[in-house]
């Protein structure tokens, strides 16, 4: 027989972006609880809104099964004495396990053989065990932050106020603090009288007494909810909805009852950016835009209420007066930003901290600068820095592409120039009044005001695409010069972090290091940029000079070891195995692009059937060679097996081969040329004793097997695979 649970949590209003989390914490931890106390169940639904978290299972049974287990006791030898007596350690094991030491059997094993005590347990009711499986489910640490309130001694994301508990229609009855678990909901705060408790007794009228009360707990249902009314109003207006995924979900989880409501604004607003009026109505108010057929915004916005008022009018009024005071701030901030170019403002950001131990914007945008030069022209994108040029030179018009005939001119000083002008103005919007009133317009206005200021369209795009990716899997920059201030701007946050001594630890990492890291990562690949990063890290240590607070090499190590943790990651999120990406990490990977292509090609050798043989002799070139250092050349004269000869004749005649392989990249001709020395590695290891007495004879056996192990460890380290 099989019962459902209801299990609810009703706190007052928790943030958005908390609830997804909050659910699928819940259902993992209840899951977990039944599956290890063998309780069958058939799904468990975690549904809620930002006043409850809630889980319905259903079919689940009504009592544990009844189980066999084995406990294994001391070995027959220490069980009994000479004389066959019990020893006193089989007498404490079966007054332990509750059997006669008769009923206990032997099993012999390969360490031995054992008694084992058979033991018959009854299982329990679940009614039984819910009450304690509850009170752990909802004591669990599964928000970023909680909170504590009045005098009592338990944590939650917002103050609870009742906790609803139902199996098979009966209370399970716990505390939580003190809060009593009860039969009983609340419905809506304002439509529902919630001073009346609503009763509940199964899945079923847990749904229908909410929807009753003006709550649509199912987070399914209330995106259907507001999807279709979003699309429903702005048809009726003659636009659709600009898409925005992310506000859908944010605005499911801010309400319990979805009304969907439109509003309209002046048109003179739409004079503005398209941008400044989308971001004043998504970021502050929560509303959604409509565009025409052509994707011109429409003076009108949606929004979706958790209420459904007596009169609309009068909350459709209010709306519109939110957002006209919005607009007017925006429109007021953009006429009196425009009035200055935005190189005028560089000189500015050196009245704005970035971070108190690496100095002002102004400071960091030299150093990422300079980086973003020395970047393009390793990649062969721009010519390289002349002598004496510094970054501030390119807020010049000598320097400014704008004032170069683009025909005529030299494709490389071009691109340098490009790339100068776009990281110099990249922050230069950071003390706009539009950034400073809606901060996540930085970077959109900085391209804005530099299109306006008649900067190249190259270098506009660059300084809106430099943040970017903005998020994990978000979108990367589509220019090569937006990809390379980006990359230099975030290298400069990751070392000059790491330099200062504030490195992530944990969850705490306030400068983002890890998403920056990860967007290095994606910017590369995706571009498929052929640059050493090691390099790179060496040139932004040198830009930091004598703000690092610690050792340049200690710094450079950790920030290099970051990076390798988060590709790491990355590819193993991509599928590849761990010990195919673990094999090629710990050979030389700073070129990102070739370290992937050699994961990838290394996939492919592992189905050749030399592998499994060239891995097991890596592994003994890698003990023998442990701790010793290689100096002498190999010396034929030496040689005292044909195996020796035969071993360093094929390496010769395949060291060219592999290397101009390496060269090209052609890792699949570089694994299957490797291949066909199994044969000789196998004859040497089966004839040849390389730790020979004569230490002559030995440190040629040595420097053999040193020449060997040269053929790969560029490529990757094959000891490490598992094959």
């Not at 001709?669 to 004839?687: C, E, N, P, R, W």
Request: proline residues 4%; neutral net charge.
């Amino acid at each position: 027989m099989s019962k459902d649970l209801i299990f609810e949590i009703g706190t007052e209003e928790i943030p958005a972006g908390f609830v997804p989390k909050a659910l699928g914490s819940l259902e993992g931890f209840l899951k977990k609880a039944l599956d290890s106390r063998k309780i069958s169940y058939e799904a468990v639904v975690p549904v809620g809104t930002p006043r409850r978290l809630a889980l319905m299972a259903t079919g689940v049974a009504e009592r544990q099964p009844d189980a066999k287990v084995e406990v294994r006791g001391p070995q027959v030898k220490a069980a009994f004495d000479e004389k066959g007596n019990p020893s006193g350690a089989l007498i404490g094991f079966a007054k332990a396990q509750g059997v006669a030491i008769e009923d206990l059997k032997r099993v012999k094993t390969d360490k031995g053989e054992y008694l084992y005590a058979t033991k018959e347990i009854n299982g329990e009711d679940t009614e039984k065990i819910l009450p304690g499986m509850l009170l752990d489910v909802v004591s669990r640490d599964f928000f970023a932050k909680a909170m504590r309130w009045g005098a009592y001694d338990i944590s939650f994301a917002r103050p609870i106020h009742w906790i609803l508990a139902v199996f098979g229609g009966r209370t399970v009855d716990f505390s939580f603090g003190h809060i009593k678990a009860g039969s009983s909901t609340y419905g809506h705060r304002f439509l529902s009288n919630r001073t009346i408790p609503i009763e509940v007794d199964s899945v079923d009228s847990y749904i229908k007494r909410l929807r009753d009360a003006y709550v649509i707990v199912d987070p399914a249902e209330r995106r259907s909810i507001i999807e279709k009314g979003l699309h429903h109003e702005a048809g009726k207006a003659d636009g659709a909805i600009l898409p925005d995924e992310g506000l859908v979900e944010e605005v499911t989880y801010l309400v319990e009852y979805p009304v969907v409501l439109r509003g309209s604004f002046s048109e003179e607003f739409l004079t503005l950016p398209r941008d400044v009026i989308v971001n004043a109505m998504r970021e502050h108010q929560r509303y959604f835009s409509i565009v025409n057929r052509n994707g011109a915004l429409l003076p009108y916005f949606l929004t979706v209420a958790n209420t459904k008022a007596v009169d609309m009018d009068v909350v459709r009024k209010g709306n519109e007066r939110v957002l006209r005071a919005r607009l007017n701030d925006a429109k007021f901030y953009y006429e009196q930003d425009i009035k200055k170019r935005l190189v005028e403002r560089v000189a500015a950001l050196k009245g704005v901290v970035f971070q108190a131990k690496l100095g002002t914007s102004y400071e960091k945008v030299e150093r990422f600068t300079s980086l973003a030069l020395v970047i393009g022209a390793r990649l062969g994108f721009s010519r390289a820095v002349e002598p004496g040029e510094k970054p501030a030179d390119f807020a010049t018009d000598a320097l400014n592409p704008a004032s170069l005939d683009r025909q005529n001119a030299d494709p490389g000083l071009y691109a340098k120039c490009v790339l100068g002008r776009a990281a110099l103005l990249a922050k230069a919007d950071l003390t706009s009044g539009m950034v400073g009133e809606f901060p996540k317009l930085q970077g959109v206005m900085g391209s804005i005001y530099a299109k306006r200021g008649g900067e190249v369209d190259e270098v506009a795009t660059a300084i809106y695409e430099h943040y970017l990716p903005s998020a994990s899997g978000g979108a990367l920059p589509a220019s090569v010069p937006g990809a390379i201030v980006s990359i230099a701007d975030k290298l400069d946050t990751i070392t000059g972090c790491f330099g200062v001594g504030l490195i992530p630890t944990g969850a705490q990492d306030p400068y983002a290091l890890r998403r920056q890291a990860l967007g290095i990562i994606a910017i590369i690949l995706d571009k498929s940029f052929r640059v050493q990063l090691d390099s790179l890290v060496d040139a932004s240590l040198d830009n930091l000079g004598k703000k690092l607070l610690k050792g340049r090499e200690e710094t450079r190590e950790a920030v290099l070891e970051f990076f390798k943790e988060r590709l790491k990651n990355q590819l193993l999120s991509q599928d590849l195995p761990f010990d195919s990406i673990d094999a090629v990490l710990s050979a030389p990977w700073f070129d990102m692009v070739d370290a992937v292509k050699r994961v990838r090609s290394l996939e492919g050798f592992k189905k050749n059937p030399a592998c499994a043989s060239l891995v097991v002799a890596s592994k003994r070139v890698l003990n023998i060679l442990k701790g010793v250092s290689i100096t002498d050349k190999v010396d034929e004269s030496l040689f005292s097996f044909p195996e020796e000869a035969g071993l360093y004749k094929t390496e010769n005649e395949i060291a060219p081969r592999i290397e101009e392989y390496w060269k090209k990249g052609d890792y699949e001709a570089v694994f299957s040329t490797l291949a066909s020395i199994k044969g000789d590695i196998d004859a040497f290891f089966d004839k040849v004793m390389v730790m020979a007495e004569d230490e002559r004879v030995r440190k040629n056996r040595l420097s053999l097997l040193s020449k060997l192990r040269d053929l790969y460890w560029r490529i990757a380290d094959l000891s490490r695979l598992a094959v």
